[in-house]
């Protein structure tokens, strides 16, 4: 998708606009694992996740190019507060479709940041369908959730990882639909370095785990979990074609699972990470075995979690 100097660049872009996240060694969690695990803090850029990275790259192509009347997407809420984030910083309007019921918490974040909110049908598939129908009907750019420029945008945090981390030998990364994971297999690479990338999904939304065993695309029925960034059921043929060439494998990890590394995370770093954030911790939790004694890093991909959520899973 690029070269390791247009994602200097990138990441050149995106200093301007963010800081850098930590990475941090946190010796709580180096006592439960038996490793040395480092946390790649996403959970503390302004918008409280990763995406914001991909959003910033997104906006500012579009308003290089001009003519644009404005974005459209469809999220369960990181996506779009990426967006709004964007969009404002670059003049551009933002409309933004959730599902009905989708958290109140992010609706909320969005409004803020400035997005036009609709909701619209069950889950993030058919709210999908609609921004892309609106689209088309007002003349405004459908932005996906997984495009070049998001996956350029969010590889950055990899950078950062992997120029300032020690070497590592795997690194967690949640998958919804594939920008994450991708970015950091593509940093890798540019960087010619071992490290294993362990793609992990919520077992109850599970369609790469299918796909990457099978090989090809298997469009999942269902999206049941807690987890709503990682709540995907189809996935993007792209995104697994990076993924079959350059993922170790991927894993599964259910919602009582997750809701104990969300938990985990709060006693050994005193960080709220929210369940798609979690699910690396929760997959290093089944793989310690495995693990033990190596350099381990885990992307906290976000901290965007409600509170009644957040009781409910862990209090």
């Known amino acids: 998708m690029f070269s390791l100097s247009d994602l200097q660049r990138t990441a050149d872009l995106v200093r301007t606009h963010l800081p850098a996240t930590p990475q941090i060694a946190w010796p709580l969690l180096r006592q439960r694992i038996g490793a040395e695990v480092w946390v790649k803090h996403e959970n503390h850029l302004p918008t409280g996740a990763f995406k914001v990275r991909g959003g910033i790259v997104f906006a500012d192509r579009q308003s290089r190019e001009g003519g644009v009347r404005g974005l459209i997407s469809a999220t369960r809420g990181n996506h779009g507060q990426s967006l709004a984030w964007a969009g404002?910083?670059?003049?551009?309007?933002?409309?933004?479709?959730?599902?009905?019921?989708?958290?109140?918490?992010?609706?909320?974040?969005?409004?803020?940041?400035?997005?036009t909110l609709i909701e619209h049908g069950v889950d993030f598939e058919e709210a999908r369908e609609a921004a892309q129908r609106l689209a088309a009907a007002e003349d405004l750019v459908f932005v996906p959730s997984f495009a070049p420029d998001l996956v350029k945008g969010v590889a950055t945090y990899a950078l950062e990882l992997f120029q300032s981390a020690p070497p590592l030998d795997a690194v967690y990364v949640p998958v919804g639909l594939g920008s994450g994971i991708c970015g950091t297999i593509l940093a890798r690479d540019l960087l010619n370095l071992p490290t294993q990338v362990i793609g992990v999904q919520s077992a109850g939304a599970d369609c790469y785990a299918q796909s990457f065993a099978a090989g090809r695309v298997v469009p999942g029925n269902r999206a049941d979990t807690k987890a709503d960034g990682i709540a995907v059921r189809q996935p993007d043929p792209e995104a697994l074609r990076i993924i079959l060439a350059g993922a170790e494998r991927i894993v599964t990890v259910d919602n009582q699972k997750i809701a104990a590394a969300i938990s985990a995370y709060w006693t050994d770093t005193h960080n709220l990470i929210e369940g798609a954030g979690a699910a690396p911790l929760a997959a290093l939790i089944?793989?310690?075995?495995?693990?033990?004694?190596?350099?381990?890093?885990?992307?906290a991909s976000g901290g965007n979690i409600d509170l009644p959520l957040f009781r409910s899973w862990v209090g």
């Open 88 to 115: 404002s910083r670059f003049g551009l309007p933002v409309t933004i479709v959730v599902p009905i019921g989708n958290s109140k918490e992010k609706n909320a974040a969005m409004a803020a940041l400035g997005a």
């Open 286 to 299: 089944e793989d310690h075995k495995t693990m033990r004694g190596k350099r381990v890093a885990l992307i």
